[in-house]
């Protein structure tokens, strides 16, 4: 049996770079501590340990201390609900496999309509996949709901490293 790591570290650089597109959100004063194999960051403020869900586009505060992250974490509903558990290890079965800088992401998004099944995963860069999934949610969140969406586009100069990765995998 293969043993599968729920969870990655990244650079202080690559969290900032990953987050700069969700600074609409207010993630002043707190700092990236862990993330999910899917993207979603972990991060300790001065009134506790939150966690930023960057498929459904929002941090929330949820544990008074790292202990509490931990203990949470380490449950099988725990992974589930905060890891995706379930999700990833179905990932790590059916690939892609991931580099050390890459995470688990839809393409599309849930939030655009993809489907939330593995056959719509692809490995993506940290950096890559959080900024994007910023930009999308930043957008998504002034359209009205029920809002038709025909195409996605990406600002490549607010993440230089999105039209390299588009380009790649297309």
Known sequence: MRYLLLTK???PDQYTDGLESWAWIGLEGKE?????LFGHVFLK???GYWCLDVLGGSPSLL?????TL???LDTEDGQDEFLLGGL???ADRRGPVLAENEVFDFAPPPVL???FDVANLSATDFVVAVNIAGQIHEQVRKLSPGTKIGRVTVDAEAEPRAKKFWRRNR
Do not use: C, E, I, R
């Open 9 to 11: 570290t990244f650079s």
């Open 32 to 36: 990236p501590v862990l993330a999910s």
């Open 45 to 47: 403020g001065a009134d």
């Open 63 to 67: 544990w008074p201390d790292a202990s």
């Open 70 to 72: 931990q203990a949470v």
């Open 88 to 90: 990833a290890f179905g």
């Open 113 to 115: 309509g993809g489907p």
